[in-house]
């Protein structure tokens, strides 16, 4: 066989389309896939829940918009869910970048927050209101870095698989709440009503905006942090390749546990807040779903604390506006929300997919074997 | 004490078929973390299919028809939400853990969802045939009781486990699916078509693990229904439960059997506090955890997950 036959039998090989990785998009095309793909999933759903009531698509948008902004109530209420949803978001990143998969969110959320109540449950009334609230940030802080430095620590030891350990901490840390309202709440109702003392002062007259200030400037913060400082670097070096960490001198047991007591801590923030500012009582669904939410507001953001700012809104936005569709819908149970999020999740999922690679196909007259993308056999 | 080990049985089997779809996906190198998503909408599927079937029966259901039925619409309907997550992370290469979590949240909203439209009014009568014992149980005492009393679902779990283990281990097929979730360049370079094992792994898992919701809600809390979340709940103790038994679908029977026994305790003591309850709940979880740590300090080569678990494979990157 000579050459020419040889290349026309890879020719005739050469499969109806192939995949070739990206170097990198311009952004404006990234936003505008992004764009395609939430419209695209919030159209689908529309279109689902229309036809499981008499409602149409329109009225579906109408009170996606009017649930979510449709009075300065509701608009403080989608603010201070962004601000929660966005503290577990930049809680999770620098461990993200780190790849170390905190799915512990939950957890982490969880024991904070009754560490705080704990604190209103046994000093409330007794001490000063300020001494509570003291006592409330250290503990509920010191809680969630234990949480989140337990599994970091195994982790760098024994390289023990840190996605399960914080799943199953989860579970440990429900179990914790269920307990102690087993011990407090003596009717044996399992719930805690809300307790009268350490709650967070009104900034300007309104409960909402302390929490919204805090985490948006700690969102900030945290930009900055995994940008600007020698410890950010360090993280985002461990995160690409552990090998070269070793090599230019940077002690990667030290990076992970250290990212995880910053981790751990500032879930322990967001537990804070909600025991202190939003529900003054802890319940096994405090953390609401949160750890999990937040994994796809930093991976949507790929991995930006600024950008986490507009991916969470988002999903407060179609979680607030789903419960309006909802009632105007007359579905019985929420979970239609849960549907739609889940949509709008697996188109955006997929649209990384045609940010990452391009589709090429078989051009018509094969000549050529050489392509721009792929390397020359 | 044979009541509770006929119900540690009941919850094992749940777990069992959860933990036995997670192995076969995981061996395949596919962390997912949707199989409590999937286990739901098994459920989903399943109830569908014993409405359907009860609908067409008019009130003279046969047995065999029945489980028929409901176990192909229940594999079905979990293989298909296991479509969507080979779909995204097979061919678009897109995070697994992302993409697992995607599909929990969607398949517990679509399970609640479905469910308000599933006709349950003969559930009671189909949840009592499902689960109606060996034929010849009631003659062998106590030994009957525990080990033949349950419905056909339970054996079912056992020979998919003992099933899966030796396809995993004796066979051509088994070798090639750990080869792919060991090394897919290697699996590929020796020829082994990756995506096609990879997309069956999935779907079967997910068709298997989606029988243990369905067992739960059809035959230990004969078709009563309430929401989702305890199905979910199971099937993170269910992931749990594949590092317990270190990848091995045949341990996964005993091991099932001890985490059911665990959960099931604290319900059936009668004489401890609802606080000691809790803290016998949260037993499973923590033995989890040991026994994720103490394998990974020992470092078995035996006993590791897949080598490329969670990693996409793109035939072009090196």
């Known amino acids: 066989m000579d050459n020419q036959q040889k290349k026309q039998a890879q020719v005739k090989k050469e499969p109806f389309f192939r995949l070739v990785k990206r170097d990198t998009l311009p952004v404006g095309k990234v936003i505008l896939i992004y764009a395609i793909a939430i419209v695209g999933s919030l159209l689908l759903s529309s279109i689902i829940c229309s036809a499981f009531s008499d409602k149409n698509p329109l009225q579906f948008f109408s009170s996606l918009f009017g649930g979510a902004f449709g009075s300065s109530r509701r608009i403080w209420l989608l603010l201070q869910d962004t601000a929660l949803l966005l503290g577990v978001a930049i809680a999770l990143v620098p461990a993200f970048k780190m790849k170390f998969w905190n799915l512990g969110g939950n957890g982490q959320i969880l024991v904070s927050c009754l560490a705080a109540v704990a604190c209103m449950y046994y000093l409330g009334g007794k001490i000063p209101d300020f001494l509570v609230i003291i006592l409330m940030t250290v503990t509920s802080i010191l809680a969630g870095a234990i949480w989140g430095v337990l599994p970091a620590i195994f982790k760098a030891l024994f390289n023990t698989n840190e996605s399960l350990f914080t799943l199953m901490l989860n579970y440990i840390a429900s179990g914790l709440v269920a307990m102690f309202i087993s011990i407090w709440v003596k009717s044996g109702s399992g719930v805690l009503y809300p307790l009268p003392n350490g709650h967070f002062p009104n900034l300007f007259g309104s409960k909402y905006l302390l929490t919204i200030i805090v985490f948006f400037a700690l969102a900030v913060l945290m930009f900055v942090y995994l940008k600007y400082t020698k410890q950010g670097y360090e993280i985002s070096v461990v995160g690409d390749s552990p090998n070269t960490a070793k090599y230019i001198g940077i002690d990667v047991k030290k990076v992970i546990i250290r990212t995880m007591i910053i981790s751990g801590a500032l879930c322990g923030v967001v537990g804070l807040f909600v025991a202190g500012s939003i529900e003054h009582t802890v319940s096994t669904a405090s953390a609401n779903n949160m750890g999990f939410t937040a994994i796809m507001a930093t991976w949507l953001a790929a991995f930006n604390p600024l950008i986490m700012m507009g991916t969470c809104g988002f999903i407060a936005f179609v979680d607030k506006g789903m419960m309006e569709v909802r009632s105007a819908f007359g579905f019985t149970n929420d979970s239609i929300a849960n549907i739609v999020i889940g949509l709008v999740y697996f188109c955006v999922i997929a649209c990384s997919f045609f940010i990452t690679y391009e589709v090429k196909f078989r051009k018509p007259e094969a000549r050529s074997t050489k392509t721009e993308g792929g390397k020359p056999l | ?318």
């Open chain 2, 1 to 318: 004490m044979i009541t509770f080990l006929v119900s540690a049985i009941s919850i094992a089997t749940v777990l069992l078929f959860g933990c036995v779809g997670e192995i076969i996906t995981e061996k395949a190198g596919h962390l997912n973390l949707g199989i409590p998503g999937i286990m739901c909408m098994g459920t989903a599927g399943g109830c569908l299919g014993t409405s359907l079937y009860m609908g067409i029966a008019n009130g003279n259901p046969s047995w065999l028809l029945l489980v028929l039925f409901s176990l192909v619409f229940s594999v079905i309907f979990a293989a298909a939400t296991g479509a969507i997550y080979a779909l995204l992370t097979v061919s678009l290469r897109c995070n697994q853990n992302i993409t697992g979590l995607a599909i929990t949240i969607f398949g517990a909203g679509a399970t609640d969802f479905l469910m308000s439209f599933v006709d349950r009014t003969h559930f009671d009568a189909a949840g009592k045939l499902i689960s109606s014992p060996l034929p010849f149980a009631k003659n062998l005492g106590w030994f009957g009781e525990i080990f033949l009393g349950h419905g056909v679902f339970v054996y079912i779990a056992i020979a998919v486990a003992l099933a899966c283990t030796f396809v995993l281990n004796k066979t051509r097929v088994g070798l090639h699916l750990r080869a792919v979730g060991e090394s897919p360049a290697t699996a590929d370079a020796a020829g082994i078509n990756v995506t096609a094992y990879k997309y069956v792994a999935i779907l079967v898992g997910s068709g298997i693990a989606g029988l243990g919701g369905f067992y739960y809600i059809m035959d230990y809390i004969k078709g009563s229904w309430e929401n989702a979340s305890i199905i979910e709940a199971f099937g993170w103790l269910a992931i749990a439960l594949v590092i317990f038994v270190l990848w091995k679908p045949h341990l996964g029977i005993l091991g099932a059997l001890l985490f059911g026994g665990c959960y099931i305790v604290a319900f059936v003591l009668a004489n401890v506090t609802s606080t000691q309850k809790e803290i016998i709940k949260m037993l499973p979880y923590v033995i989890t955890i040991v026994v994720l740590i103490v394998t990974s300090i020992f470092d078995d080569k035996e006993n590791q997950p897949p080598a490329s678990l969670g990693l996409p494979y793109f035939r072009e990157d090196r």
